[in-house]
Structures are given as structure tokens and as C-alpha cells.
């Protein structure tokens, strides 16, 4: 049976091309294409699909191929090139306050919307004061929906911190709403974003899905039970062992053998799934010389690049 074109399965599936060398904007490569004629490069040749079969049997179009599949997103190059990650936390709504951690090093910003009062209008305020800042724009939205997901895109985030991730069914989620068509159900309904990058190579639209980093944090009980599914689901960059909120959840903290147990869990599903182990600055692996913090990669700083960097010198 064919896999439907925008079941959550089906996204999941097919975000499976950003991993390889092709464009991720051409056809899924779950599609099999429907054996009456139509070709996906000569849309002269379409024939309506059948009743009850529309997003089975349709070929997506070659309109948003992306063929050079070229990487602007320096937040992204980095991980491909496989260099840490680190990013600067902004708590406070100011511009000018986050163009001075945007430009100090970092290689993405941390604009905390989960736990601070930043509302959307002053995170597009923050990105269009520095929109051609060192740091990539990114943010920790406060809940896994629709609207908060598409708003922060919209408004110019290239790297997507997503909290409390409980199963493997809500990541699916994530990544629906992250990725544009055909790999998810991204809607493009203009925005800030789309004059933010209007110069990139490939346009937005076209290149986006090549250069967004979605990173899900693991954070309680529930989301460490499913954290290897979701590890593994394509699309995900990343997934970040809460530190704090573990202990909120647990009941215990760092030394202690629930707790690293718990820790040890996600590393693994981490290196099994081959993507990179996030968690806070202070467990950078040169910070533990005796080990008990390995393979960790990428990182929430604060507002000292100075020091949150140090490891770099």
C-alpha cells in the first residue's frame, strides 16, 4: 500500500531525502508515482487522480526544486562539517541587547520565548535589527503547535529549539510543521522570513527544508520512554538532554545513578540515530576531563561569548 502524501508516516518518511545528496525539494522517495502516464516533469501529461486517491496518487511538481541544494544557513554548515554548536540565550525583548549576542560569536541565537516574555512582534523586532548577523537566528518556541512553529519561521528562525518533547507522535508533529511540501505541511503564507532571505541561493522557499536545524529537547520522563523512535525520525538534527528539567522529572540530579541512567539513554539514542547530543554549555565534554559527559556537541551558552567559548581558543 502506498504511504498517503501528508499522513504524519508519510512526512516522516520522506524527510529521509534530506539526508541524501539530492535536493530535498524533489519527488519523496517513498512516492511511487501512479502507473497512468502522467509524468512528473511534463505536466501536460496530468491525469486527475481518483476519487478518494488525491494525495496517494499525486506527483508533486518540480516548481520548488531545489537542485544545487546549496547550504546557507551557517548554523547548518556547521553540522555538516561537523563542528560543535553553540548557542547565545536571550531573555529580554531588546534589539539592541540581541544584536550584541547575534554578532558576538555565537553560531546561533537562543531567544528564550519558553521561559522569558518575548512575544513574537519583538522576536521579529530582534531578527530585523541584525538580519545579516554572524549568529543564525533561531529560538526556543514555549509549546509544540501549528501556530508557533509557522510564526517563528515566518519571522526569520533557521534554528528551531522545540521543548518538552513527550512521544514519538508529537515529533512527527514537529516535523510536519517544519518542513515545507512535499516533506511536511509547512504553510507559505509570505512573512518576514521571506525578505529576510530573499537573496539566498535558491531563494527561500526553494532551499529552506536544505537549511533548517530543528533541534527537540528531551525533558521528561515520557519523552525519554520514546527518545530512540524520535531520535531516529528524519529531519531531527538534534535532540538536547534538558538538564534542569530532567531533575524537575526525575527527582534526582547529576551523579546520581537515576539520573545519569537517564542521561546515558538519550546519549545513546543519539550516537545509534547519528545525530548530534545537545545539552547545556557546562557540559561541554573539554569541561569533564574525566569522561562523564561524552559526545556532547552542541550546546545553550549564555550571554558571555567570551567564556562559553573558551573551548575554541
Not at 36 to 57: K, S
Not at 94 to 115: K, L, R
Not at 165 to 188: C, H, N
Request: net charge negative.
Amino acid at each position: 500500500m502506498m504511504a498517503k502524501f501528508f499522513t504524519p508516516l508519510a512526512v516522516g518518511a520522506a524527510v529521509a531525502c534530506l539526508a541524501s545528496a539530492a535536493s530535498a525539494q524533489t519527488q519523496p522517495q517513498w512516492y511511487v508515482a501512479p502507473d497512468n502516464g502522467w509524468v512528473r516533469d511534463a505536466p501536460d501529461t496530468f491525469v486527475p487522480p481518483l476519487p478518494g486517491r488525491v494525495a496517494q496518487d499525486w506527483i508533486y511538481g518540480a516548481r520548488f526544486d531545489n537542485p544545487d541544494a546549496v547550504v546557507w544557513n551557517s548554523a547548518r554548515q556547521r553540522l555538516i562539517d561537523g563542528q560543535d554548536l553553540v548557542g547565545g540565550t536571550l531573555r529580554t525583548g531588546s534589539p539592541e541587547a540581541y544584536c550584541e549576542v547575534a554578532n558576538a560569536g555565537y553560531d546561533f541565537t537562543w531567544v528564550e520565548v519558553q521561559h522569558a516574555p518575548i512575544d513574537i512582534s519583538q522576536m521579529a523586532a530582534m531578527y530585523a535589527a541584525c538580519p545579516d548577523s554572524i549568529a543564525a537566528h533561531g529560538v526556543r518556541i514555549s509549546e509544540t503547535t501549528e501556530t508557533q512553529i509557522q510564526r517563528a519561521l515566518d519571522t526569520g528562525a533557521m534554528v528551531l529549539v522545540v521543548p518538552t518533547v513527550d512521544s514519538y507522535e508529537e515529533a512527527l508533529e514537529i516535523v510536519q510543521w517544519t518542513y515545507f511540501p512535499p516533506m511536511g505541511k509547512r504553510s507559505s503564507g509570505g512573512g518576514q522570513a521571506f525578505q529576510m532571505y530573499s537573496g539566498v541561493p535558491g531563494g527561500y522557499r526553494n532551499s529552506f527544508n536544505d537549511n533548517i536545524v530543528l533541534i527537540l529537547m528531551i525533558e521528561t520522563l515520557w519523552g525519554v520512554e520514546d527518545v530512540e523512535r524520535i531520535a531516529n525520525i528524519p529531519g531531527v538534527h538534534a535532540i538536547f538532554a534538558a538538564s534542569g528539567d530532567l531533575g524537575n522529572f526525575t527527582g534526582y540530579g547529576p551523579g546520581e545513578a537515576p539520573y545519569e541512567w537517564v542521561i546515558t539513554r538519550i546519549h545513546d539514542a543519539a550516537m545509534d540515530a547519528g545525530i548530534r547530543l545537545c545539552g547545556p554549555m557546562s557540559w561541554h565534554p573539554l569541561r569533564h576531563p574525566d569522561g562523564s559527559r561524552p559526545d556532547f556537541s552542541c550546546f545553550q551558552g549564555g550571554t558571555n561569548a567570551e567564556a562559553d567559548l573558551r573551548e575554541r581558543m
